[in-house]
């Protein structure tokens, strides 16, 4: 479990096809805090550190997690978000979110508003489970959404935001990782049955 505030940012060091998986090396500030076999949080894909180098972690992502999000799109030297587990006896600043991302979705449009970034985005299906001033997770980052369509929203950036975390590598037409609230998938599933 995380909870969609960023730690860190991490370069890709490099990307390497191995088989139907590619294995991400990531060079992270942090690694000294990093061990084999912990989640981390790589723009909210949950992937388990296997190897730690001198300067780097290395984590491997399955077909199925490079079918459903942005990973086939990273490039060596680009920075992506990082966030280890939740500790329990942590502040949840965030939202709880688990590292499984449910889709992506496409920059429509940034705009600078003096001070903060506003950021529209679509999603690539209609979805209820975006609701008006409720959480969702972008990159691995908790944030509120407004203006709220089946296929749109909005999220507003905030400076610090903006400088310790991917959004601002992001411009018309990136592709990011999406993960809708838990607790609106679980009212969703209930409904449905």
Request: with cysteine; hydrophobic share 40%; charged share 25%.
């Amino acid at each position: 479990m995380f909870t969609g505030i960023i730690e860190s940012l991490g370069e890709i060091k490099s990307l390497n096809k191995e088989g139907t998986n590619v294995r991400a090396e990531i060079i992270a500030t942090l690694l000294n805090e990093i061990k084999v076999d912990q989640s981390i949080a790589h723009n909210g894909i949950c992937l388990t550190v296997e190897k730690i180098n001198e300067d780097s972690y290395e984590v491997v992502a399955v077909k199925e997690t490079i079918d459903k999000t942005n990973l086939s799109e990273w490039l060596v030297g680009e920075k992506v978000n990082l966030e280890r587990c939740m500790k329990i006896n942590a502040r949840l600043d965030g939202h709880i979110v688990q590292g499984h991302v449910d889709d992506t979705a496409l920059v429509q449009s940034v705009i600078e508003e003096k001070g903060s970034w506003v950021y529209l985005f679509k999603l690539n299906k209609p979805s209820k489970l975006i609701v008006e001033k409720g959480s969702i997770c972008i990159n691995g980052t908790s944030l509120t959404a407004f203006n709220v369509t089946d296929i749109t929203f909005e999220v507003t950036i905030i400076p610090y935001t903006y400088e310790h975390t991917v959004f601002h590598q992001l411009r018309k037409g990136s592709q990011v990782n999406i993960e809708f609230d838990i607790v609106g998938k679980y009212i969703q599933r209930m409904i449905a049955n």
